[in-house]
């Protein structure tokens, strides 16, 4: 068994590799408490949180602040709707300590920043079983690209049948991923018993993806997964990202703060669309970002959660370096 400096463990039989979550509550219930104790652990969503809205860059100000949270002694986790090897890229150059977690595929895939592609330092993940995956492509392949993630690097981590149908800026995530991309049609061919996706996604129009989230709540398989909607209404794209059922990133949060040994009330998350309710909600310190849409905001105003600024005005590094003067100041 390998012990991190953060305390986690990555002994496989605590990891659920082979499990698939029934019945787990995603979000563990709102927390109400008022008041918090100093925060252990931060969890932090990456697109429109801590990434401004222009760019793939993190700004100066907010990896600095990343880098004094963790000196601090405050576990920083990345949260993110990407896939592993989409996200670590961005972060590779920070700084950020080697044991730093990353939450990944909204939660499917826990690992370590130094995970080596090959060998990768789990802490957890939870697979899409494929007789599910199936089904859920003949469902939702009318309303947009249907696109199934594999737990396995380069080409055919992403497979998807028809890369014409890709929808606006959808299509610049395509660039960016091509080399890892495998067209197979159809889908479900891909998808054989014991082939078992870590997370599938539709994208298309705002409108669509509404259509398509209804088709699969009224539908036979809305039990047999989680359905987390991500909204980016000023380019008309919305992603339905498809999960093993009852992961969400408020589990891969609430899992990951067990290991830690930290409690509810020790942890904050900070995010700003759909995907990100369900880690706000079980965090004792929710933090909805100034960017977020307005009804995100307003139920932010009715749960009790705090604004920080505009993800384009460091609203990250803003958070957290209150954070890191309310602790000096009791130190």
């Given at each position: 068994?390998?012990?991190y400096p953060y305390g ?49 860059m993190v700004s100066a ?271």
């Open positions: 068994m390998r012990e986690y463990s990555t002994d496989p039989s605590t990891l659920g590799c082979e499990s698939k979550p029934r019945g787990y509550p995603a979000a563990g219930g709102r927390y109400t408490e008022a008041m918090h104790p100093p925060v252990r652990l931060v969890a932090i969503d990456m697109d429109g949180t801590l990434l401004p809205s222009t760019t793939q100000r907010n990896a600095a602040a990343l880098r004094a949270a963790q000196q601090a002694g405050i576990t920083v986790a990345i949260a993110t709707g990407r896939r592993a090897a989409y996200t670590e890229p961005l972060l590779e150059d920070l700084g950020l300590r080697a044991d730093t977690p990353l939450i990944t595929s909204n939660g499917a895939v826990v690992r370590t920043l130094n995970g080596d592609p090959i060998n990768p330092s789990y802490i957890d993940r939870s697979y899409l079983e494929a007789r599910i995956a199936r089904g859920l492509c003949g469902l939702l392949r009318p309303f947009g690209t249907v696109v199934f993630t594999f737990d396995l690097p380069g080409r055919g981590e992403l497979v998807v049948e028809d890369l014409d149908r890709v929808h606006g800026r959808f299509a610049v995530w395509v660039e960016a991923n091509r080399n890892a991309i495998e067209i197979v049609k159809p889908l479900e061919m891909a998808l054989a018993d014991g082939c078992d996706p870590i997370q599938g996604m539709v994208a298309g129009g705002v409108s669509s993806m509404r259509q398509a989230e209804k088709a699969l709540k009224a539908s036979e398989w809305s039990d047999a997964c989680e359905c987390v909607r991500t909204e980016y209404p000023a380019r008309d794209l919305s992603i339905l990202d498809l999960l093993p059922h009852g992961v969400s990133k408020g589990w891969a949060v609430e899992r990951l703060a067990g290991r830690l040994g930290v409690g509810r009330r020790e942890t904050m998350a900070i995010g700003d669309n759909w995907n990100d309710v369900g880690m706000l909600e079980w965090a004792g310190q929710g933090v909805m970002m100034g960017n977020a849409a307005l009804e995100l905001r307003a139920m932010a105003k009715t749960r009790g959660w705090k604004q920080a600024p505009h993800n384009d005005r460091d609203g990250v590094a803003v958070v957290l370096e209150k954070v890191l003067a309310k602790m000096a100041a009791k130190a």
